[in-house]
Nanobody
Framework: QVQLTESGGGLVQPGESLTLSCAAS????????MGWYRQALGMERELVAT???????EYADSVKGRFTISRDNVRNLVYLQMNSLKPEDTAVYYC????????????????WGQGTQVTVSS
């Protein structure tokens, strides 16, 4: 099993910055995908930013130029630096990771974190 733990959410004013962190732990063989998604109240969960072990990065159009995703492959961490935050960025942010779990016998995994609340309000 692979567990994801997010941290760094909070209440900020418009224009301010926030950094989210996500740590993966457990029986990790390899992680080939890590990403951030968000779900606003009454809305469906949507992609924010993703990164692969091969270095591919994808951003939602709404966050391009403001958010930056980065990854520490050695420590199995992924970060989301969020700048110039807007009220419409308010949501619960979820970390997602996919890869292989186990040691002698490996299998695929796809895990979600518990979510961290980001509120942007004046």
């Amino acid at each position: 099993q692979v567990q994801l733990t997010e941290s760094g959410g909070g209440l900020v004013q418009p224009g301010e910055s926030l950094t989210l962190s996500c740590a993966a732990s457990g029986s990790i063989h390899s992680i080939n995908f890590m990403g951030w998604y968000r779900q606003a109240l009454g809305m469906e969960r949507e992609l924010v930013a993703t990164t692969t072990s091969g270095g591919s990065i994808e951003y939602a159009d709404s966050v391009k130029g403001r958010f930056t995703i980065s990854r520490d492959n050695v420590r199995n961490l992924v970060y989301l630096q969020m700048n110039s935050l807007k009220p419409e960025d308010t949501a619960v942010y979820y970390c997602n990771a996919r890869g292989l779990t186990g040691y002698d016998v490996v299998s695929e995994f796809a895990s979600w974190g518990q979510g961290t609340q980001v509120t942007v309000s004046s």
